[in-house]
Structures are given as structure tokens and as C-alpha cells.
């Protein structure tokens, strides 16, 4: 069967606390959905893998790799990406514990810990490494990312 | 100072933090469509045929593009066609090319392409490559249009050598009283950027050729494409946004011809090339692979006399810059060391392994690996402390490097001090290894870093500074932005000099080829010294231009005027004055007349004084300066599974003048956090046949969260007196030491030589066993 004869569906989707809706083929990942269909491209394509964790969005209040979900997986769900934070914490501590260079993996990293916060605010150092193994960041060592997490946990 | 040596935030900070940051992967464009590539399964092959018949049938599908004996395109020698033909020479190189009108039905139709390959004897490694009977991967080289300063060995396998000869080798050992010999190796391996290669290229009804890319080297992609396709150099513009990590990789020019390629095959639409995570790794450019050996001679109490070596590079199936990374091997080919008789052949070697770019560091830390183990060798044999063996012949002005260039106290740091500083940081004193329990030890190693970039003689740097009718200033450079914060930087630089509040410098992050002065490409570490100068010259225009429209306004001679503040005022009367707000577009005086106009600056930089090297002894001059430093690890390592944990890295380099302190510390401890990765766990499994096992980040495992050690980063301050605020390059050098500093360590835990990367515990238990790398 070619590709173009798959039958694109409608979709209602609650992204940052609106309803979209989007004609998608039933195999397009979230992430798909969110880049292509959206406009939403702080999400970042890295592996389509589920790998390095560019792509990682909060569904519900877990974080997910939008490129390991399938857009409909996500239609009884709320989706949060990184252009839904407004001024979070987290935002504030990356920029000014120089979490981050290039940039590109950021997103995916903020809406892990953003996850992480708002589950364990008093996370040890076990469970943040627990965490945040799950994303890969190429530019810094890491120890910045961690500073900026722990400023913004509970002592 | 103001503004120099501060924590100023990034300017796009933000934008990276709210998602509204734009990577060229981000582009959507009305019409686009979507090219995807079809790469080779084979290291060498012969093409038989290519059917292309049921491919075209495909929905979607507007193109399917297939190789052309002509033009050939590459760096340093147009030897590579940008999709194969007649054969294959790497596993992941681009075979076909199909453009679609979405990312699946272009792959859909690549996966229906039939192409028929009969496979070819497999070069695996350099050495294979020398052998008598290697089969020659290039039969052409002798036709190939080379660079200058490649010495190509046709009917070889030698894509290029350079020579060192200083002083007289052979002399050098027979005066030595002690002697080691050592071989080391490693494969090739990759950057890994998060951000995959991507590009959007068209074409317009007039010919402008519009690519938007990923890359540190935009003007060259622009002069590439015009010497391969005959295209006006000047109706080529290149956009390059953000880009999302490079570290050396996306200077190569690969994905955005092969971008060029498939608008043109579709009437000039616009058309996505983004490369997955397996052809990112595969197709595009790689790390450098290298097999060495490196021979030093002493005297009895440590001083070196002799040094001989052997590089051979890994060029893969393509020269690209490989004949640039052998030369940069071999002009800082000893380390940081004063020797009188120095012997260096640097050969880059065609194999069929993926081809390389450069990588951050620019074949440093892969030489010093080499000669920074051999050092330990040779300090274990003259029962030397490590460090007082490097201390001894720590390089120094008044002293020549491998090439001859006289050292002074400008081109150079200071060694003696960084050494000095990394003893107490690690406590040197306690000793190098400890004895902790049965099973674990806790182990310190070494290297001394240094480093010049070698950059193309006539490299140069260009900036345009705006006047904003509120009195801010727009700058303009051609630096990319790749994550090492240089925009910034050199905002912070035009703020200190313009003594302005930096808030106000506001600076464009893309750069275009057409609008843009060219920054040769954001390598080398160049950027702040190049770009900064460039900056500073355009601030002086600025300046000038200011006193001059405000002089005529004041009523006075412009040598009486200073600039501060976003004013031009008197010097000795600071109230009398004008703001540069009614200045910037020109003045207006009350009865309506004008004069002036918007308040532009414009300036340059070229590197000065850099020479080719002389083709047999290697004399000249191959770069401005030398960063250097010296680092250590601290391990824990397990004596029974050969497991280690890394507990401290340490950085002192010395960096001439830290103008933003936090993301100089960022620069160093990334560098560091990639050079341990590089040590300890990053290559390509490559198998007999000369295919890649691990082409995927779940393979293919870079550092991660939570197996950082504890960095500790110093600095000295040895001003560089012809840099901008005297700041010497910084951006590679954390990286260097760290695969000889960890390979040091764990030699001394195992009391195995360890001469391999990647140091994983597996490769240290066959080391001690006794066994080879590949077989079990």
C-alpha cells in the first residue's frame, strides 16, 4: 500500500491548554504533529529514537519523548511543550547557571526537570540522575545542568 | 574594565530556553519539498546498475537523483563526487537521492531503489593502506585538483604527507642516554552533535542559489558551490541560523550540495535535506582516526633530545580536510616541549572508514595522545616523577616549535606556571596512586596541552556596526553561532570599548553570506581573536565617524571629543556634549538643514605573518599563537572488573585574559566533558568489512547525566599583546589533554601500557590478558 492511500484522521489535541486540531496520518509521532503541524518546533528532532531526549514534552505530568508516542496515544491527554512554561523556574536557572550553548537539546532538558520538580520538589541526587540520564546534552559537562536543577529543588 | 571578564548572560539566552530559538531543521517554506538519501551497505563497491524505475513511480515523488562522473567536489582535493558513482567507498555514503513531497514518501521511494553493488577488498585501517598490495581507493588522485598545501602521493593510498625536519634526529638519539618507543591507535569516532545536519536549499528565476544550513562555514559552502557548479559567487547566499552543536563537524561542506542538487533537479523548489541520527553519524563527516608511533630520546636526568614520529591519519574515503588536519598534526607534533632534533612524518591516509572534518582541537588531542603516553612510558623507565619530567622541558620563549617559529612572551603561555598550578590542584604530593582497598586504587595521570590554529594563511574576519536612532548599536559578524557564546563576547568587547552598557549592543545571530561580512569559518578557536579584532577596527571607524558629526555640532576639533555612555563629550568639560541618539541617522539643526547620515562602522582583520610550510623540513609559520595548559584525571579503578569511575578532571590553561568568566569556565568544561568521552568510551565499531556497527546514540553512547566527574578549571593569564584584551584562544583546549591525562591514569592503576581509545574496561582486561583488540 503506498503511503498516500493511508487514510489521514482528524484529531483533537490539548496542547498547552488549548484545543487543536490537526489532520494527521494515524502513524505521525507526536513529535511530528507538534513540528510539522503545530509550528511547535521547540521540540527538537535528535534520533527519532528515543535516545538523547530532545524531543521530551510533559504529558499528563510525566515527561515523554514526543518521538517515541504516537500523536492519537496523546488525545485523552494534556500535552505540555516548552513554548506552554511561562517563566518557570527552571527557565531562569538554565540562563543564569549557564546551563546550556548550543541550545538545541535545552528544551528537552527544561521539560524533564520541569517534571521532575513538580513530582519530586525535594529530589536527592539519586533521583535527579535518575531523571535526567534519559537526555543527552553534547556542549556542556553536565555540572552546570545539575546546578541549575538543584536551585530550584527544595533543600 | 566594565564589562570585560563578566558573567554577561548570552544574548540569545531567552530564545534557547523557550523554545522560540530557530535551527535550520525549523525552516517549513511554502512548496518545500523533501529530499531523503539512499547510502551505501558497502565500505567499497563497485555500482553495477541503479534502478530507478519503481522509485519514480511512487507518489510524491518529483526527483530521483543518481551520480555524475562530474564535478567532483572536496576541500582540500576534489576527489569526492557528491553522490557516488561508479563506486562506493564508506558505508553511509550518499548512492541516490530522492525528493518527495513529504519526509515519507521520499522514503518510502528510496526504499524502493534497487542498486546492484559488487563489493570491493576493504581497506580497514591506515596501515592496511600502506601495505604494498592495498587496493588503491583513488586511481585518479594524480588528476585531482589539489590545495596547495596537500602533498598528494599518487598510485598510493597517501591523500597527503608533511615532512618536519629540525635539527638532526639521528644525532639527537645517539646523545640519548635512555630511549622509548610506543605505538598507539584509535578509529574513527564522531561529534554527535544534538542537532543533525540539515539544509534548505533553492533556487530562484534569476539563479540566486538560497541555502539555509547547519554549518560553521557558510562562506565556504558559498565558494565551494560556485567553483564545483560554475554558479556567480555572488548570486550564492547562505544562510546559517543557530546551529545546534558542531564542534568542528559542520565546517565540512557535504549536505547542502547534495541540497543544491536536488532543487536543481526539481526546477529550484525548495527542498529539505535534514539527515537522520544514522547518516548524520554514517554519511556526514567524522572524528579522525589515527595509528602512530612516536620514538623519544633523553638524557639520563630527563632533558629531551630526540623526537621521531609517525602519523597516520585516517582519511577515510575522501580527502576533504584531512590533508589540513596531517599539517596542524605535525606542526605542534611533540607537545609543549623544548627539542632540539625533531623527525615527523604526517601522513593522511585514504581507508574506506567515513570520512573526516575537523574535530574541536583540530588533530591535537589525537597527536598528544600519542606523545603524551609515550612521556609517562618515558618517565617510567627513568624512574621520573611524571610531572617534574614535563616541568623540565616545558616549552618557553626564547625556545623554537617543531616548525622553528621563536617563541616570546606574547605567542606563548606560560607552561611552567599552569604545571605548577595542576600540582596543587591535585595534590601531587600525596602521590599518583593509592591503594584504597584489595580490589580498587585511586589513580592520577597527566598531559600538557598546547595548540596554535592552523588556519588558512589568508583567512580573514569582517564586522559592520549600525547606529539605532535611540543610541544603541547593531553589530554585524560572521562568526556562527554554535554554542560557544562568541556573539556575545564580542558584544561584551564593543560595550568595554564603546563604554556602553552591553544591553544595548544588540546582535544579529544569523549570518548570511550576502549580507554579512565574511568570518572565513567559526573554527579554531578564532572567533573572539579574529572577529574581536575585527570589531574593535569597526568601533574605531564608529567612533571616528561620531567625533567627527559631533564635532561639527560642538563647535570643536573631534580630538577634543570622547565617546562614553551613548555621548560624545568634551574631554575636559564631560557636560558639554551630544547623544549618540541625535547623532546615529545624522543632525538636524533647528531650521530644518542636515547633515551626517545613519552612522556606520565597518571593519577588518586578517591574520598577519603566517607562512606555507617548506615542504621538507616543515619551517614556517603555521599559526599566530600557542594556548597552552596542562590537565589531569583522577580515577577509581576496580583491579578485578577493570571498571573505573572518573572522580576529578582539572583544567589550568592559560587563557591570556578571561573576558566572560562563566562561559569561559562552560567552554573548558565542555571540552573536557567531550575529550573524556572521546577517551573513555566513543569510536565506531567498525567489523572486517568496513561497516560501522553503532551508528545510533543507543550504540554509539556519549557521556551522560550523573557519570560527570567533579572539573576543576583554572586559569592563568599571560596577555597575548596583539589580541583583542589580550585573550588567547580557548574554545578547544579543555579537550586536548583529557585522552592522555585518563589513559596515564589508568596505565598507572592497571600497570598495563595502555595505548588504545576508547579506555573501556573490556579493552583494558584484553590489554591485560594479553589478547588483541578484535578477537576474542
Redesign the interface.
Known amino acids: 500500500m ?4 493511508y487514510g489521514k484522521i482528524g484529531l483533537h489535541l490539548n496542547i498547552n491548554g488549548e484545543e487543536r486540531t490537526v489532520t494527521i ?1 494515524p502513524a505521525d509521532t507526536l513529535l511530528d504533529v507538534l ?2 503541524h503545530l ?11 528515543g ?2 531526549g ?1 524531543c521530551t514534552v510533559i504529558v499528563g505530568d510525566l515527561p515523554m519523548k514526543s518521538c517515541l508516542m504516537l500523536a492519537v496515544e496523546a488525545a485523552d491527554h494534556q500535552v505540555i ?3 506552554g ?1 511561562n517563566h518557570a523556574p527552571i ?2 536557572a ?3 547557571k ?1 546551563a ?8 528537552g532538558f ?1 521539560m524533564n526537570v520541569h517534571a521532575l520538580i513538580n513530582r519530586h520538589p525535594q529530589a536527592d541526587c539519586e533521583t535527579v ?1 535518575e531523571w ?2 534519559s ?12 546546578e541549575a536543577v538543584r536551585s530550584c529543588l527544595l533543600p | 574594565m566594565e564589562t570585560i571578564g563578566k558573567s554577561v548572560y548570552r544574548k540569545e539566552a531567552p530564545d534557547k530556553v523557550t523554545g522560540a530559538a530557530k535551527y535550520t531543521a525549523d525552516v517549513q517554506k511554502p512548496g518545500m519539498l523533501h529530499a531523503k538519501l539512499v547510502i551505501s551497505p558497502y565500505a567499497h563497491a563497485r555500482i553495477k546498475d541503479i534502478d530507478i524505475s519503481e522509485a519514480r513511480k511512487m507518489p510524491g515523488v518529483r526527483a530521483v537523483l543518481t551520480g555524475q562522473p562530474t564535478p567532483l567536489v572536496g576541500e582540500e582535493i576534489r576527489d569526492r563526487p557528491p553522490i557516488a558513482f561508479g563506486k562506493v567507498r564508506y558505508h553511509g555514503e550518499p548512492a541516490a537521492v530522492v525528493v518527495a513531497d513529504t519526509p515519507v514518501q521520499a522514503q518510502a521511494a528510496a526504499e524502493r531503489i534497487r542498486i546492484a553493488y559488487e563489493p570491493l577488498p576493504v581497506v580497514n585501517s591506515p596501515a592496511d593502506a600502506l601495505r604494498k598490495d592495498a587496493p588503491l581507493i583513488h586511481e585518479n588522485l594524480e588528476q585531482y585538483e589539489k590545495g596547495v598545501m596537500t602533498y598528494a602521493e599518487p598510485n598510493t593510498n597517501i591523500a597527503s604527507r608533511i615532512r618536519i625536519r629540525k635539527g638532526d634526529a639521528a644525532k639527537g638519539f645517539s646523545e640519548s642516554d635512555v630511549i622509548v618507543e610506543n605505538r598507539i591507535s584509535f578509529a574513527p569516532s564522531d561529534h554527535a552533535a544534538m542537532e543533525t545536519r540539515c539544509c534548505v536549499a533553492e533556487i530562484a528565476a534569476d539563479g540566486t542559489v538560497t541555502i539555509i544550513t547547519s554549518s560553521q562555514a557558510p562562506f565556504m559552502a558559498k565558494k565551494i558551490i560556485s567553483a564545483a557548479f560554475g554558479v556567480e559567487i555572488g548570486k550564492i547566499v547562505v544562510h546559517a541560523p543557530l546551529v545546534g552543536g558542531a564542534y568542528g563537524g559542520k565546517s565540512s561542506v557535504q549536505w547542502e550540495i547534495i541540497g543544491y542538487l536536488a532543487s536543481k533537479a526539481v526546477g529550484g523548489r525548495p527542498v529539505k535535506l535534514d539527515y537522520t541520527r544514522e547518516e548524520d553519524l554514517l554519511t556526514a563527516p567524522v572524528h579522525i582516526g589515527l595509528d602512530a608511533t612516536v620514538k623519544l630520546g633523553c638524557s639520563k636526568d630527563g632533558k629531551l633530545l630526540a623526537a621521531e614520529m609517525v602519523y597516520l591519519f585516517d582519511s577515510g574515503a575522501y580527502a576533504d580536510k584531512s590533508p589540513n588536519l596531517s599539517r596542524a598534526g605535525a606542526v605542534d607534533c611533540t607537545g609543549p616541549y623544548h627539542i632540539d632534533h625533531v623527525s615527523c612524518d604526517s601522513l593522511s591516509v585514504y581507508t574506506n572508514h567515513p570520512y573526516p572534518s575537523a574535530f574541536r582541537g583540530f588533530a591535537h588531542s589525537e597527536v598528544l595522545f600519542a606523545f603524551e603516553r609515550t612521556m609517562d612510558m618515558l618517565a617510567a623507565k627513568l624512574q621520573m616523577d611524571p610531572l617534574a619530567l614535563r616541568r623540565k622541558n616545558a616549552i618557553a620563549p626564547g625556545h623554537t616549535t617543531p616548525t622553528q617559529v621563536l617563541l616570546n612572551t606574547s605567542n606563548v603561555g606560560n607552561l611552567p606556571r599552569c604545571l605548577e598550578r595542576l600540582q596543587e590542584l591535585m595534590n601531587w604530593e600525596e602521590g599518583a596512586l593509592i591503594r584504597l582497598s584489595d580490589r580498587k586504587v585511586r589513580a592520577k595521570g597527566i598531559s600538557c596541552i598546547w595548540k596554535t590554529s592552523t588556519i588558512e594563511p589568508d583567512a580573514s574576519s569582517g564586522a559592520v556596526l549600525l547606529a539605532n536612532p535611540d543610541g544603541s548599536i547593531n553589530l554585524v559578524s560572521g562568526v556562527v553561532e554554535i554554542g560557544t557564546g562568541t556573539k556575545t563576547v564580542l558584544a561584551q568587547m564593543l560595550a568595554e570599548k564603546l563604554r556602553m552598557d552591553v544591553s544595548r549592543i544588540h546582535v544579529k545571530m544569523e549570518v548570511d553570506t550576502q549580507t554579512t561580512p565574511e568570518h572565513w569559518k567559526t573554527v579554531a578557536s578564532r572567533g573572539t581573536f579574529m572577529a574581536g579584532r575585527a570589531v574593535l577596527a569597526a568601533a574605531e571607524d564608529l567612533i571616528r565617524q561620531l567625533k567627527d558629526i559631533a564635532s561639527r555640532v560642538l563647535r570643536c576639533s573631534p580630538d577634543d571629543l570622547e565617546v562614553g555612555g551613548e555621548r560624545v563629550f568634551l574631554r575636559d568639560d564631560p557636560k558639554t556634549g551630544i547623544s549618540i541618539k541625535d547623532i546615529a541617522y545624522g543632525y538636524t539643526y533647528p531650521n530644518g538643514n542636515a547633515i551626517g547620515g545613519q552612522i556606520i562602522g565597518r571593519g577588518n582583520y586578517i591574520l598577519r605573518h603566517l607562512t606555507c610550510l617548506d615542504p621538507e623540513t616543515g619551517a614556517g609559520v603555521p599559526g599566530p599563537e600557542w594556548t597552552v595548559g596542562a590537565q589531569g584525571v583522577v580515577v577509581e579503578y576496580d583491579r578485578r572488573d577493570h571498571t573505573y569511575q572518573i572522580l576529578k578532571a582539572v583544567s589550568v590553561i592559560d587563557i591570556g585574559n578571561v573576558l566572560n568568566a562563566k562561559a569561559a569556565r562552560g567552554q573548558v568544561i565542555g571540552a573536557m566533558s567531550m575529550g573524556l568521552s572521546f577517551g573513555g568510551r566513543e569510536t565506531f565499531e567498525i567489523d572486517r568489512n568496513g561497516i560501522v556497527l553503532n551508528p545510533q546514540l543507543r550504540t554509539y553512547r556519549p557521556l551522560r547525566f550523573g557519570e560527570h566527574p567533579e572539573y576543576i578549571v583554572d586559569f592563568v593569564e599571560t596577555p597575548q599583546l596583539d589580541a583583542p584584551f589580550g585573550a588567547r584562544g580557548v574554545g578547544e583546549h579543555g579537550l586536548l589533554g583529557m585522552p592522555a591525562a585518563l589513559a596515564n591514569a589508568l596505565s598507572l592503576a592497571s600497570g598495563t601500557d595502555l595505548n588504545r581509545l576508547p579506555l573501556t574496561p573490556e579493552f583494558i582486561w584484553r590489554t591485560k590478558r594479553g589478547t588483541s583488540h578484535d578477537s576474542v
Request: hydrophobic content about 25%.
Open positions: 503506498h503511503p498516500s492511500s496520518r513540528r510539522e509550528g511547535l518546533t521547540g521540540s527538537k528532532p535528535g534520533c527519532l529514537n535516545d538523547c530532545a511543550t516548552i513554548e512554561l527557565q531562569q538554565f540562563i543564569e549557564f546550556f550553548q548550543c541550545g538545541y537539546c535545552t528544551p527544561i540522575k535526567l540520564k537526555n543527552i546534552c553534547r556542549c556542556t559537562g553536565y555540572t552546570e545542568i545539575e
